[in-house]
């Protein structure tokens, strides 16, 4: 339960940092504690959609990822971050994906951070109750 947790917080931080150096990313949200919630809420929705969709769409373009030796894949990323997008707006949360290359962007800043940070934080525990 806390690695789903620290998960969503990693997510959470990535779309921050994506609000902060994508210029067609954005929340919206008067106060900070709507702010906070919009980008917990799109972290979930992300991971939703990257545990869902993504191992289809994996599966039935497997050609293609052999085929482009797997540059696809940032297309499929930047599509899925644009679906992320499209579905926040559907829920009614203020989230903002401008466009596909806003959204190219996003994906690749969301896995750069994602990665530096499940460096840092460490997302499992062992039996024994600690850091492993």
């Known amino acids: 339960m806390l690695a789903l ?4 917080v990693v997510n959470a931080i990535a779309l921050w940092v994506c609000t902060l150096v994508i210029p067609g990313i954005a929340v ?13 809420l799109v972290a979930v929705i992300f991971g939703l959609v990257n545990a869902v969709i993504k ?8 050609a293609f990822y052999l085929l482009t030796l797997g540059l696809i894949g940032l297309i ?8 992320v997008g499209w579905i926040a707006d559907q829920v009614g949360l203020p ?4 466009g596909f290359v806003a959204a190219f962007f996003g994906a690749i800043v969301m896995a750069i951070v994602g990665f530096i ?3 840092v934080i460490p997302d499992r525990f062992d039996q024994k109750g600690g850091l492993g």
């Open 5 to 8: 947790v620290l998960k969503v």
């Open 28 to 40: 919206g949200g008067s106060d900070q504690g709507t702010w906070i919630g919009t980008l917990v």
């Open 55 to 62: 191992p289809v769409i994996k599966t039935i373009g497997c």
């Open 76 to 83: 499929v990323n930047a599509l899925l971050f644009l679906l």
């Open 95 to 98: 989230f903002e994906v401008s």
């Open 117 to 119: 940070l499940h460096l």
